[in-house]
Nanobody, 131 residues
Framework: QVQLVESGGASVQTGESLRLSCVAS????????MGWFRQAPGKEREGVAT???????SYIDSVEGRFTISQDNAKNTLYLQMNSLKPEDTAMYYC?????????????????????????WGQGTQVTVSS
């Protein structure tokens, strides 16, 4: 079974950095899409960043230039480096993964939307940024 375990969340002040990690297990298909989502109290879950098997990345506008998504294939681990954190980054952060059978379909829907609706999810790690 697919399992995702996030870690690295903490309480920090504005301008500081954090690196989130997500260890994945149970994947059996070679083509995949992975990403990070976040959800603040009272708000819907939103996509933050995605990365596919080829290393292609995408970011939500509000984090572009500050966050970097990456992966270590040898360790089956997904990372999210978060720099210059702001109070609006405060949320529960989740990693997600889905196996890719048709990238055309995923691109038609949007990578973040597809992952949000069809991905496997971890339990999340809390990030709190104080001003």
């Amino acid at each position: 079974q697919v399992q995702l375990v996030e870690s690295g969340g903490a309480s920090v002040q504005t301008g500081e950095s954090l690196r989130l990690s997500c260890v994945a297990s149970g994947l059996t298909y070679s083509s995949y899409l992975m990403g990070w989502f976040r959800q603040a109290p009272g708000k819907e879950r939103e996509g933050v960043a995605t990365i596919d098997s080829d290393g292609t990345t995408s970011y939500i506008d509000s984090v572009e230039g500050r966050f970097t998504i990456s992966q270590d294939n040898a360790k089956n681990t997904l990372y999210l480096q978060m720099n210059s954190l702001k109070p609006e980054d405060t949320a529960m952060y989740y990693c997600a993964v889905t196996e890719v059978y048709s990238m055309t379909v995923i691109q038609a829907l949007g990578v973040m939307a597809f992952l949000r609706d069809y991905g496997y999810w971890g339990q999340g790690t809390q990030v709190t940024v104080s001003s």
